[in-house]
């Protein structure tokens, strides 16, 4: 991160308090998670990985849970391009993912009856899979699709009951809406459309939990695309009405900034403008919103909820395409300030190259997974002081995405996806490593 931005990241904490001290979905992050058992103190670098597959720091190691193609449970293969995914804790123990396939393709392996769409009879693959692990989340016991004939799944949200929301990333006749499917249902049509929601191409969604009427937040992953929030009639139920609108930015057309007006720290006022048409049937959403003076932001992609100091919401989320140098933007939304921040935008591909899927540490930093077609797509750690860090990067010569960020409850396994080879996989070692690194090297810059 260049000094300038680390300046402007520093100025931007000083003013919103410490914005990754955060609460997840269940609460407060515990303690016992961030408690040191070691003086060994990780140096920042990242080891080459003998497989090919992924680095990742000293003393730490992979695992590949299942791969595309293999056989599961159900009899059916594993899905292609892993993306969007999710882990649960489950009743008895056992743990769970549910992964997003980011395909569109047609499968006659798959049982049209079940299947949300299909053409000429045959359904199509996108949809998700669901993973039952054991009690420790590192061991595969139950495998099944758990979604099918959608389209283009991309990312999602969980919910705070405990559901996935999956995401359709397309404006495909039928498709572009989320559904909604829940760990524990085995069936195959237990899905929900989430149609009030809006149809569009959708990438993820975060739930705004201190909100008295539920609203989500939701990301569009077009170069023309807008932000949105859906409020239910009902909370918590969104397969029924509810209002969907757009955010404005007075004055503002679009945060593309390719002028570079807009500086780290720069907060602006909003409002939301109503979507009056959200199946889109005569005219795209974005196209409704902008009529009414809804602001672009460009490339919309990953989306989270957490917690400010004051316990107050924030909504980050990035915009992969915006940018003076296109490299990539991170914005912030507080909703009872009714006010947008640009957090962070990258100058310099070494810094944060397009980010995409983000999630929060259990030690309470942003993280990060970049997808720029480059032969190093990185997972990179942000603390609330501005110092980026590597977590991992993808090995050898493949161009992949990383995708589907995510811990376990307990906070002791990551989770992603390795999108174009077609890999999930849990990753394990000492975290208190890495919140020790980031502790002592915080106002530091580090190469890597």
């Known amino acids: 991160m260049s000094i300038n931005n680390r300046r402007e990241f520093l100025k931007l904490t000083a003013k919103t308090s410490a914005l990754f001290i955060l609460y997840t979905y269940t609460g407060p992050l515990k303690s016992s998670v961030l408690k040191s058992t070691t003086n060994d103190f990780w140096d920042g670098s990242l080891l080459s990985d003998p497989l090919g597959l992924f680095d990742l720091p000293m003393n730490f190691s992979y695992k590949v849970l299942i791969s595309s193609g293999d056989i599961m449970a159900d009899g059916l293969p594993y899905g292609r391009r892993p993306d969007g995914m999710a882990a649960f804790k489950l009743d008895d123990g056992n743990n769970a993912l549910i992964i997003n396939h980011e395909t569109d393709n047609l499968d006659k392996r798959l049982d049209p009856i079940s299947a949300y769409d299909k053409r000429f009879g045959i359904p199509y693959d996108g949809g998700t899979t669901t993973l039952i692990l054991d009690s420790s989340g590192k061991k595969v016991i139950d495998s099944r699709r758990s979604l099918t004939g959608t389209k283009k799944n991309c990312a999602g949200g969980k919910t705070p009951w405990n559901t996935w929301i999956s995401c359709e990333e397309t404006y495909d006749r039928d498709h572009g809406y989320a559904f909604e499917i829940n760990p524990k249902t085995k069936s195959l049509d237990g899905f929900k459309r989430l149609s009030e929601m809006g149809r569009f191409k ?193 090995a050898g010569n493949s161009s992949s995405e990383i995708a589907g960020i995510c811990f376990s409850s307990d906070g002791n396994n990551m989770y992603l996806n390795i999108q174009d080879e077609g890999k999930t996989i849990v990753i394990n070692g000492d975290w208190n490593r890495i919140k020790n690194f980031r502790d002592k090297f915080d106002a530091k810059k580090i190469n890597y």
């Open 202 to 394: 959708r990438e993820a969604i975060t739930v705004d939990i201190n909100d008295k009427k539920g609203t989500i937040y939701q990301t569009e992953d077009d170069p023309m695309g807008l932000f949105y929030k859906f409020t239910p009639s009902i909370k918590d139920k969104l397969d029924g009405e509810g209002v969907l609108e757009a955010l404005r930015i007075k004055n503002l057309e679009s945060t593309e900034n390719k002028d570079g007006s807009i500086k780290s720290g720069d907060s602006f006022p909003v409002d939301w403008v109503l979507i009056d048409d959200p199946s889109a049937s005569k005219k795209r959403t974005k196209t409704q919103g902008k009529s009414k003076g809804a602001t672009i932001f460009c490339g919309g992609e990953g989306i989270i909820f957490t917690n400010d100091a004051n316990s107050e919401s924030v909504i980050y989320f990035t915009c992969k395409d915006g940018g003076q140098a296109g490299l990539g933007q991170i914005w912030s939304y507080a909703p009872s300030k009714s006010k947008i921040t640009l957090f962070y935008e990258s100058t310099d591909t070494k810094d944060l190259w397009e980010g995409d899927n983000i999630n929060v540490t259990p030690w309470g930093d942003l993280i990060i997974c970049e997808d720029n077609d480059s032969n190093a797509c990185r997972l990179i750690g942000c603390t609330q002081n501005g110092m980026l860090y590597p977590l991992g990067r993808v």
